[in-house]
């Protein structure tokens, strides 16, 4: 089995892809997350995933390391791709913007084997209904700051699971890493899972 390179500096991803494989390597991808309104979010998302796996095989590449380097980005989508808060208004205005609606979650993920140079990116789709929330309620969800950092300004895997009424689709894939799509994938193109 070949070693994975995780290119994140997400806490949520690492420890979930930790659970099933030992020994991850982490690198963070420092590269600047352009989002360009006038593209398909699918398409936003890859892009940026591509760019991160990019960025880490250039360094891996040039330490002459083997392994397979694992990417991911995720955007939520409403009418517009919502990234992160940049403060607690453009929170709340987010928060507001889904009460009561169903919005879009994309993960693009690029997994890219350095030795042979083969590189898989794809992604995965899960619909979020919102509860219908009060001021007060989103209020209150800001004030626990778990909105700090997070596409869209929620965790659903925290206090955020309080703003949804159901999803439809991957779980994970909301938290940040569709575990199901990367085990099909990384079989499908490696012949290696998570298994």
């Not at 409403?78 to 607690?88: A, F």
């Not at 009460?99 to 083969?118: A, E, M, P, R, Y």
């Not at 929620?154 to 569709?178: A, M």
Request: proline residues 2%; charged residues 25%; glycine residues 6%.
């Amino acid at each position: 089995m070949k070693k994975i390179i995780l290119a994140s500096k997400s806490p949520r991803r690492i420890e979930m892809l930790s659970i099933y494989l030992k020994n991850v390597r982490i690198i963070s991808a420092d590269i600047i997350e352009k989002v360009n309104q006038n593209d398909e979010p699918q398409t936003t998302t890859m892009k940026i995933a591509f760019e991160k796996a990019s960025a880490v095989y250039d360094i891996l590449k040039e330490q002459n390391e083997d392994g397979i380097i694992i990417s991911a980005d995720t955007i939520v989508y409403l009418d517009y791709v919502m990234g992160k808060p940049h403060s607690y208004e453009d929170g709340f205005n987010t928060l507001k913007h889904l009460s009561g609606k169903t919005h879009k979650v994309f993960t693009g993920l690029c997994i890219w084997d350095i030795q042979s140079n083969i590189k898989i990116v794809d992604y995965e789709e899960t619909l979020v209904t919102f509860n219908d929330l009060t001021d007060d309620d989103i209020r209150n969800y800001l004030d626990t700051k778990e909105y700090e950092d997070k596409a869209g300004s929620y965790g659903i895997q925290g206090y955020g699971e309080l703003l949804v009424k159901k999803i439809d689709g991957c779980y994970n894939n909301v938290v940040g890493l569709p575990l199901n799509k990367l085990n099909i994938l990384l079989k499908k193109h490696f012949s290696q899972g998570l298994l």
